[in-house]
């Protein structure tokens, strides 16, 4: 996540370690600028209209996908990610 709205660098929260095979569990949430995101269980959270105010004038999306981020590896690898069970709420 960005730590500001203009930031060009990212923040991490890193929560656990996956391998390959592994099936994962996560819960990403906004209410009132407090973002939580849990994975397995383990959570962290931040307040994102504290680290800027700007955040407050913005609109919010979270996807649900695969966004592989190795550009490391031999051209013909690949990465699969499968959902079995995914459930949207979206409150006013």
Do not use: R
């Not at 099936?23 to 939580?36: C, P």
């Not at 959270?45 to 996807?63: E, M």
């Amino acid at each position: 996540m960005k730590q500001s709205v203009n930031a060009t660098n990212d923040i991490t929260f890193p929560l656990a370690t996956v391998d390959l095979g592994d099936v994962i569990a996560y819960q990403i949430k906004m209410d009132d600028g407090l973002l939580s995101v849990m994975v397995n269980g383990t959570s962290q959270s931040v307040n994102v209209f504290q680290l800027d105010p700007a955040w407050t004038n913005q609109t919010f999306y979270f996807k649900a996908g695969n966004y592989c981020q190795d550009n490391a590896g031999l051209p013909d690898e690949g990465d699969v990610v499968s959902f079995y069970h995914l459930n949207v709420n979206h409150s006013p």
